[in-house]
């Protein structure tokens, strides 16, 4: 089956500084992924859509120039909190859709929890 | 926006007992209903789907029953086994968009 892969999984920064967080489809290409925030114990909370060579699509109230997204290849797409602070630190999730395909289905990666001091 | 609530909040039943999980949306131009299971540190899943077109969908244990006109959908877990213990997720979506608008979530516990 498709895979979507996220690295890292886990990452403790300072506050002030940024990180980075990369979400890869490994079997598949993927034109368009999403990023999700996912609070202890809530819902994924969609935060924005990347698509492959253009500008992310940020839902209302997430801020762009903090959570910054690029989709620079089909394969690949990296979530950068900027000046992390510890309310930012949260579990974020990528998922992606196969591009040849329009079942619906999203893969979803494994997670990346920031915990930001 | 679309908006989709989910009911319960937590559910735990017996082994063997069956579970129910209820979701409504808001936007009549969803189309397409898949429900995901998340274990404890683990990504989503699909487990199954249903598209507006059709009004129930089985899949051996698990089956999903869909009324548009009151807008609401639900999983039905049939034969309970404790793995089947996990937060499941409903969501709605306009078919072609794939942006997910996810439920609350329901953590089930089955009790062996």
């Known amino acids: 089956g498709a895979v979507v892969s996220q690295h890292p999984s886990r990452v403790i920064c300072k506050s002030g500084t940024s990180v980075k967080i990369e979400c890869r489809s490994l079997d598949f290409q993927a034109t368009t992924m999403f990023w999700y925030r996912q609070f202890p114990k809530k819902s994924l909370m969609l935060m924005a859509t990347s698509n492959e060579g253009s500008k992310a699509t940020y839902e209302q109230g997430v801020e762009k120039d903090k959570f910054l997204i690029n989709h620079a290849s089909l394969t690949l797409s990296t979530l950068t909190v900027t000046s992390a602070h510890p309310e930012d630190s949260s579990f974020y999730i990528c998922?992606?859709?196969?591009?040849?395909?329009?079942?619906?289905?999203?893969?979803f990666g494994e997670g990346s929890r920031l915990t930001v001091l | 926006g679309e908006n989709v609530e989910q009911h319960p909040s937590t559910l735990s039943v017996q082994e063997g007992d069956s579970a129910v999980i209820k979701c409504t949306y808001s936007?009549?131009?969803?189309?397409?209903f898949p429900w995901y299971k998340q274990e404890l540190g683990k990504r989503p899943q699909l487990i199954i789907d249903i598209r507006s077109n059709v009004g129930e969908k089985k899949d051996q244990r698990i089956a999903v029953t869909l009324n548009k006109t009151a807008k609401h959908f639900s999983l039905h877990i049939t034969e309970t086994q404790p793995e089947d213990s996990a937060v499941y997720f409903c969501?709605?979506?306009?078919?072609?968009?794939?942006?997910?608008?996810f439920g609350t979530g329901t953590r089930l516990k089955v009790l062996a």
């Open positions: 998922s992606a859709r196969m591009s040849s395909t329009g079942t619906g289905e999203l893969f």
């Open positions: 969501a709605a979506t306009l078919s072609g968009t794939y942006k997910y608008i």
């Open positions: 936007d009549s131009a969803s189309n397409y």
